[in-house]
């Protein structure tokens, strides 16, 4: 069991590190039934170890899913580190799904949902008018509900691609060294890590996948497009889609951006295809790709002049500060193929999403000697941008 103390402004609270134990893991198997994004990604439970018994040994923690593609996603549960014992359910399972007739499917779907221990889920599922009986759930209209779609969008998806998720404490070496082959072999399969905390009197899980690693620098950009992609694929492609936007010298720029943010980063948000997010503790910035020869780094809630005023320490030759049309709460700066992302850039990414004062991250801190203030970046409104069109959310994009 180990200790520390975190908090956000002046509120501090102590977190503390919880064993993992049978009851824990009843409990997550729970939450990833009633919370669709509890293991990072939004995942509809339709089925668990006793509709599948004649498959799966009815001692394992294993769930059948379908994710926002419409792909079917067999999840398995574990308590302590996973080894190869344990990805032989999800493969069972997957393999099952493969097999699968969606009426089939749907019958599972219902058994499942209307079983007491499920409840909540049942009750939820009325709410949201996904089309059911006693006899079959409707998974087309189960998803539109789930995920805000048309039901079109999944009747021809629908369990065409399977998936495996295996989410345990910790990985032996073997077990990383199969998944990583069986990735390489075009099995799509990931591997989370899950830990348990103590925050406030509250318990709150915490999971982050490690196989494969998310690291950009360990993962190339991999080209994989299916017709499910047509859909938002800055959501499902992620940090791939604005890498495709970007020449080669500015797709190398954006991963530099990405890693030495990585440690000061709370969450990265691909919420818009144009511009996606990264999260901070205090501060955030908005990056824009829409031009293909720079990346755009906003100060989100900031005014030109402070966004200005806070990059005066780091000395950064040649940087403006750009108001770009329907962006006013994020003055940019633009980075180029000439742009050096030295030492004095990483400080600064640093001390905006810590909201440390300006220069806290250069060498010598506080303490230390700092260069003499060179005349703030000029803040003008942008002249060459272009003129972007209003979208849906009253931005432009």
């Given at each position: ?11 501090f ?20 039934k ?54 032989t359910p ?7 799904l493969?097999g ?7 019958k ?31 998974l ?14 999944f009747?021809?998806?629908?369990n065409?691609?399977q ?7 910790g990985?032996?070496l ?22 348990r ?10 999971a ?11 993962d ?24 495709e ?21 709370f969450?990265?948000?691909w ?11 205090r ?26 005023s ?9 940087l ?7 962006y006013?709460?994020s003055?940019?700066v ?7 992302l030295d ?27 700092r260069?003499p ?10 002249s ?14």
């Open positions: 069991m180990s200790r520390v103390y975190t908090g956000l402004g002046r509120s609270q102590e977190i503390t590190s919880l064993p993992m134990d049978v009851e824990a893991l009843a409990d997550i198997e729970r939450r990833v009633l919370q669709p994004h509890f293991l990072g990604e939004p995942l509809v439970v339709v089925g668990e170890t006793v509709d599948f018994a004649h498959v799966l040994d009815p001692r394992s923690h294993t769930l059948a899913a379908l994710d926002s593609l419409g792909r079917a996603t067999a999840i398995v549960l574990a308590v302590g580190a996973a080894d190869m014992a344990l990805a999800a493969l069972q399972l997957a393999s099952h493969a699968m007739p969606l009426a089939d499917l749907g599972v779907a219902a058994s499942f949902v209307r079983r007491p221990a499920n409840e909540a889920l049942h009750r939820i599922w009325s709410e949201m008018d996904v089309e059911m009986d006693p006899e079959t759930v409707e087309s209209s189960l998803l539109a509900a789930a995920y805000e779609r048309d039901a079109e969008d009747r021809d998806a629908l065409r691609q998936r495996v998720v295996i989410a345990a404490e990985f032996t073997r077990l990383v060294q199969v998944i990583q082959w069986l990735q390489a072999a075009g099995v799509n399969i990931v591997g989370l890590r899950y830990r905390y103590l925050v406030g009197g509250q318990e709150v899980y915490f982050e996948r490690v196989v494969p690693s998310q690291d950009p620098a360990v190339a950009p991999r080209r994989e497009f299916t017709p499910q992609e047509t859909v938002e694929p800055w959501r499902t492609k992620g940090r791939q889609y604005h890498i936007r970007l020449s080669p010298a500015m797709a190398a720029a954006l991963d530099e951006i990405l890693l030495a943010t990585r440690e000061h980063t969450t990265v948000n919420s818009h295809p144009s511009y996606f997010w990264i999260r901070g503790a501060r955030n910035f908005r990056v824009r790709t829409y031009h293909r020869d720079r990346v755009e780094l906003g100060f989100y809630n900031a005014a030109p002049a402070a966004a200005a806070f990059l005066v320490p780091y000395r950064l030759e040649g403006e500060v750009v108001s770009v049309g329907g006013s709460d003055p940019f633009a980075v180029t193929a000439e742009t050096r030492e004095r850039w990483n400080a600064m990414m640093a001390d905006w999403l810590t909201g440390a004062p300006p220069g806290k991250s250069l060498e010598g801190g506080e303490t230390g000697a260069p203030p060179s005349p703030p970046p000029a803040a003008r409104p942008s060459d941008l272009g003129r972007q069109e209003p979208d849906r959310h009253g931005e432009r994009s």
